[in-house]
């Protein structure tokens, strides 16, 4: 092809009479690779020919390059591939400038280039001397690249205003405005590029400049918010606490002093980030109260998934505090907000039906209802779907998808639940370039399907490969990680087993070894501070047992106070450490003592918490009733626990999970009915025994299936059996589930250990 200049013009400019002959948007004659060549060949050119050079007039030349590189550049911004046509012509627009500016006639300029083009010919003139007008000249060029991308423009506005800092003494009225906008081009520039060598000096200019400024408010304020996001870059680079403290102080102070419904979404956007930042170095759930105060009005200003996306994530993490239902229904929400809004929209998030999958299992551990945790397990499988080897999620997306099977193997005895989280577990520890932190998780994940196995019989093996797992996923996080302590809680629950089944006391030693390390580097404000406290005394209590301390008990009893300082009086998990409390006050107690039976009782009426928690509280507050004679207030308490049945084998749950639940308590009617005997009300044992009766009935008859295959044979024998199931439904004295425990607490003296699935 004759890459001629003169052959260049004339191709070029046929091409361009075309497109305007057309009086249409329609721009293809100027993009195709013969024009691109062509366009290359002028541009060069016009570079460096001088006015004696052969070739096209030389204004005529700039005239057309700037026009059809504008051109070419505004389809970048209509093209139906934007990005493809963006990657391609992404020179355009600095070639339309570069173009512009040697035109002697600005107006024949594209509009938006005339001024920025004309200024930097005056400084051309004038030798670049005047600082105002030089930095007026980079505040040009800095808008420019804002508005095109352009990050040659954005390397240009850096080197003039570094040029306009230069030309000003520091004791000058004008340096603050200067500096200030110095530093603005710097955070771009280090946004653009991922190069924060200057950032060091952007923040020093910044709190320079602040200091001096007198602007009007609102420049005030814009200039403000650039301090505190060049605090949070460089909090980014340098990991100092005090750089995104001064920044969250400072982006908060902007919105205090701003109406809710105005409020800058850029500053409400940053401060989030900064708070979820803090939050995730100090688990204070102070931070995270900030946090979605202002994600709300994100959500009410935009609406877009992605801030559905972080209200649901940081609900999420509010949740682990407090245990509150309506927090976790709110976060569920939310997910699917961002979940439906995301495949509206085009751009589906995995993410989302991540974080909708880990909220329903977590639901699921609250009410036992079995369609949540089927829910889960179908978002869990359909975000796996979505993605590749390598996506960022994958690894979360596993364990979120391990921590359903876990669920329901946990509640079914399902063993190919339980084989298929095994598979996943190992599928995620296989990922290529998996990082020590998430080998971690995975390893966690694996070691509590690992301990599923005990249920049905304890294993010197599965107990063994077990805490070898705990004992590598510690030792791969670094000191400090916020999920090394929780490790060591489990590592703790796997020890107390061990020593449950054998007997050895270096189990138990290094259990309460574990706890006092996991103790003294877990915050107070760690959410999961109280388990710790749990699991810590219960190793005390079963040390104290072993070799009478009481000592030791009294530190059980101590560190069960903190804990139930760390959570609200209605969290779910208070139960358990009411029950434990109770216990080892009685433990402590002589023989016949009623100690203890008060938080038996204030566990037992806790409307939060579990049934099966409720009815543990109540059996041992009866049975200690008992022992002391008092069979009035045994009767009490194991009538509440019979009640409490009803709940336990709720008709939404499957048969095996039924079963499975009634198999614990079987003994219980009987024992009920005996202490009202012994309190000498026949009218209560009989009560009591018939009540028992009606929960294992229903438990047995609710089969829709059985009833149906029942139905086919012998019509009328179903129909009364559907009969006897309505008589017994109207005896049941409590409707609906309630909440179940924080999966890290304790059943009956027992570790529940943590469900596998993380949080990243």
Known sequence: MDLDPQNAYDAVRAAWQQVIQNGTQETAPLLGPDI?????????????ASPTTPGPPRGETAYLLAWVHWTRWLTTLTGEEKNEAKAEYAEEIDRAFTASWRLRDLSLAPEALRLPAGLFQQLEEEGWTDPKLVQDYAGLMFRLALQTKSTTMLHEADRRSRQALRLVQESDETWPIIASNRAAIMLALARDTGDYDDL????????QALSRLEVPPEVQTNYTLQMAQLLLMHYE???????LAEAIEISSSLLRDTEPTTADIDLLDMTVTALQKRYERTSDPNDLTQAI??????????GEHNNHY?????????FSHTGNAETLNRSIRHYEHAWTLGQAEGVPLPSALNGLAWMLNRRFEQTGNSQDRDAALLASRQAISLMTNDHPALPSALGIFTAALHSRAQATGSMPDLREGLAVADRALQLPGVTPVNRAIHLFNKAALVNLHHRNGWRTDNNELELALWREAIELLPAGHPKKSLYRINLIGGLISRFRHTDEATALNEAINVGALALAELPPTHPYRAALCSNYALTLFMSAQHTPDEEKLRSAITLLNEALTRLPADHPATAILLLNRGTACSALAADGSPEGEQDWAAATRLETAPPYVRITAAARWARNATARVDHQTALTAYTLAVDHLTNLVDPGLERGDKEQHLLTWNHLTADATAAALDADDPESALALLDSGRCVQWNARLQSADELA???ETHPDLAASVRRLMALLSAQDTLDGLLPTIDPLALQDGRQNRQRPGSRN
């Open 709 to 711: 295959r029942l139905a």
């Open 36 to 48: 691109t060549q062509q366009l290359e060949c002028l541009f060069q050119y016009h570079l460096k």
């Open 237 to 243: 680079i340098s990991g100092q606490d005090d750089d």
């Open 310 to 318: 972080i209200l649901g994530q940081l609900l999420s993490w509010l």
């Open 200 to 207: 060091n000096e952007a923040v020093l200019l910044g709190r």
């Open 293 to 302: 105060e202002f994600q709300e009005q994100l959500v009410a200003q935009r």
